[in-house]
Every structure is written in C-alpha cells, then in structure tokens.
C-alpha cells in the first residue's frame, strides 16, 4: 500500500470494561470491535492510555510473530491494561523477546513435546479415574468443578513440573489468587511472591537433576548456566499458573456440552470424532476476558493502511482471530467436522502456549471418561443458574451442578 492511501485519522478510542460473562457469551464490546474494523483503539480498565487492538486472523499471526513488536519493551511503561495486577515479572518469559525468550523456553521444551506429554498419560488417566470413582461412589448430585475439573488439572500440572503431592493445595491457593482481581492486588502480588518463593527453594534442590519434570529440567538449566535462577522460577510460575487455568477451560467445555445434548450425542455415538470435536470447541469457547499481554511497536508499521507508530502499545485478540469468516466458515457454528481447523486458541508464533499439547491431552482424557462413565451425565440445575467467576481473567464456571 502507497504512503499515500495510509490511514492517518485515528479511531475513536473505545472503552472497553471486564464483564463477569456467563457461560459462552461472546463479549459483547468485541464483538462491536470486531465490526468497527481490523485495527481499533481501545482504553482497558487499568493503567494509562489507549492501545491498538488487532482483530484479523492474519493481522493477530502476523503481529505475534514480527519481531517488530516487542513484549520486553513493555516494561515500564503504564500501558493500559485489563487488572490492576496484570503486570509481569521483569525477566518473566512473558515479557521476553528471542533470544533470550528462546533460550528460556528451550530449557523446559522436552516436557511439553508430544514424547514428554504423553510420559505423563498413565498417570494423568489413573488419576482421572480415581476422581471419578469417587464422584460415582458419593453419588448425585455433584459439583463436577469442586470433584474432577479443579482436583485433575492441578494434579496433573503438579506431576508434570515435579511438586510433590502434599504442596499442590497451596499451589491451588496460590494461582486462584493470581489469576483473580476480586481480591485485590496485593493478595495478589503476595501471592506470586510465595509461590515464587517455593520454586526458588524446589528448582535450587534439583540442580544438577537428570528427572524429566519442569523443575528437573530447570535445576539441570540452572545448574549448566543456562538460565539463571530468577529466570527459572518466573518460567515455572508461568506454567504453574496457566496449567491450572485448564480447570476454567474445562468447566466451559463441560457447560457448553450439558447445554447442548446434541452435541453430547454426537460425542458418545462416535468417539472417533472426539480430537477434531476438542479442537472446534477450543476454537469456539471465549476462555478469557479482553486481552492478554500487550506488545509495543519498535518501529512504524502499516497493518490494514492503518499506520501503528512506534512507542505505541498493540494487543491481539485470539478469541477475535478464531471468529474471523475469512478463515472460518459459519464461526459462531460449532462443527465438529470442521477441517482443516487452524485455530490460535493456544496463541501463535514464540510466545505460543508451551502446554497446548498437555491441555488437548487433559480435555481428551475428560471427556472419555465422563461420557464413557457417566451416560447419564446432566446439569442438576438450569443453565442459568450455574454461577460463574467474578473478576477472574480466565472465564469459567465457579460449581457445575451435574446429576447422573
């Protein structure tokens, strides 16, 4: 596009507030956004000023993957932001640019290969089914959160990273903490700083470490000088953190299912559709509120003929990208055959979620056994009484009353 046809007026700036959304229902204010145009310009409800908001399945790829836009030079500037804790770590993998971001995550990248996944599988699946044994054996009604959706993914994460049994409770504690504005900042910033202060003593005793866990493969790192110590920690809470997050994907998954019967028959009449039916509802479900991280332009670039200056600050919208016709057809539809399926429901480019492959695994594993096991499996109440989280960043239900 000529210099000359480059969009010079700005958009008018759009606040955009964090709703407590119930269920899937897609935020409205994106949703407008969405329709406003490609590139808009948005206020959030912290922080200072305004930021650009990319919404295009190839603008969102293109923007996360350039190096032109940076996270690490977020740090220290008052961008505006969706909580008022939402601000990470300096030296976080987060806020990282390659390559010092690519070094961090490859100290840690063969936990997260299909091979260290599937090590995992045994376990995860006996843990699985021992939670289900004792949701049958108590019987209905059962909060499926409270029994298996919150108990599995911690469990999982904490055999993954290596935290020992007795410590996951805390672990629990901790990121709901984090992952929540309802409690107000300095819960929050607390804590982070204990559970940081307990990767730092777990990672410190596994130097030198040859076991296959995250906090092995951290301590061996650390041990070779290959990242230091704050570093590993700040990686370890991150995925700490967003392995847990999978009980809030998971509660919607399951929502979403027991509101649609049809879509539950579908699953149980024939399994083998389940990995592209976990796909489409990845791509469908509106995991979290507004936006994530930010970006800064480390040089001028022209997305859409709308020119981003350098300095200004840019967010991407997954859950807008995963909507986009040009590359899905009929996107508000849930289709199960749905193929190819390039969703970016795990991000996309070097920041790309390290623990994608364990979250396909975790909603494989829950919904064999759920379907399989419980056949009659349905909300104990009505769909709009199930309560759902307040001030949380991640979207999901707080209890999802099921009988059988």
Request: net charge negative; hydrophobic share 40%; charged share 25%.
């Amino acid at each position: 596009m000529s210099e000359e046809t480059l969009t010079e007026t700005l958009p008018p700036i759009r606040h955009w507030p964090a709703f407590d959304l119930t269920g899937t229902d897609f935020d409205p204010v994106l949703a407008d956004l969405m329709r406003e145009g490609p590139v808009t310009r948005v206020q959030l409800a912290s922080g200072e000023g305004w930021a650009w908001l990319v919404t295009r399945y190839d603008d969102v790829r293109m923007v996360t993957n350039d190096s032109r836009f940076s996270r690490a030079a977020v740090m220290g500037r008052q961008v505006t932001r969706l909580a008022p804790h939402y601000i990470p770590d300096r030296g976080a993998v987060g806020v990282l640019d390659p390559p010092d971001h690519t070094r961090l995550r490859r100290s840690v990248a063969a936990a997260f290969t299909a091979k260290g996944v599937e090590r995992i599988r045994p376990q995860a699946r006996g843990m699985l089914d021992e939670l289900v044994d004792e949701l049958l054996q108590d019987g209905p009604p059962a909060d499926l959160t409270a029994t298996v959706l919150t108990p599995f993914p911690i469990a999982v994460i904490c055999e993954l990273m290596g935290v020992p049994a007795g410590d996951r409770p805390d672990m629990h504690t901790w990121t709901q903490l984090i992952l929540s504005s309802a409690h107000g900042k300095e819960a929050s910033e607390k804590a982070k700083r204990e559970m940081s202060a307990y990767f730092s003593d777990l990672v410190g005793l596994r130097e030198g470490s040859t076991a296959e866990d995250v906090t092995s493969l951290l301590g061996a790192a650390v041990g070779r000088g290959e990242v230091t110590l704050e570093e590993a920690v700040g990686l370890a809470v991150l995925l700490q953190i967003g392995g847990e997050a999978v009980t809030n994907n998971s509660g919607q998954l399951f929502y979403l299912l027991l509101t649609r019967p049809d879509l539950v028959a579908r699953l149980r009449s024939d399994p083998g559709i389940r990995p592209r039916a976990i796909d489409e509802l990845l791509r469908f479900i509106p995991h979290r509120n507004a936006v994530g991280l930010a970006r800064i332009a480390l040089e001028d670039v022209e997305i859409r003929g709308v020119r981003i200056r350098a300095g200004d600050a840019v967010y991407v919208s997954y859950l807008a990208a995963n909507r986009d016709p040009g590359v899905f057809t009929d996107p508000e539809t849930i289709d199960f055959s749905r193929s190819p399926n390039p969703h970016v429901a795990f991000g996309f480019g070097p920041h790309y979620c390290p623990g994608g492959m364990l979250a396909r695994l975790e909603s494989e594993l829950l919904v064999d056994a759920l379907l399989d096991r419980l056949p009659g499996l349905r909300l104990a109440v009505p769909p709009g009484q199930v309560p759902f989280k307040k001030g949380a960043l991640i979207r999901g239900p707080e209890a999802l009353p099921v009988t059988w």
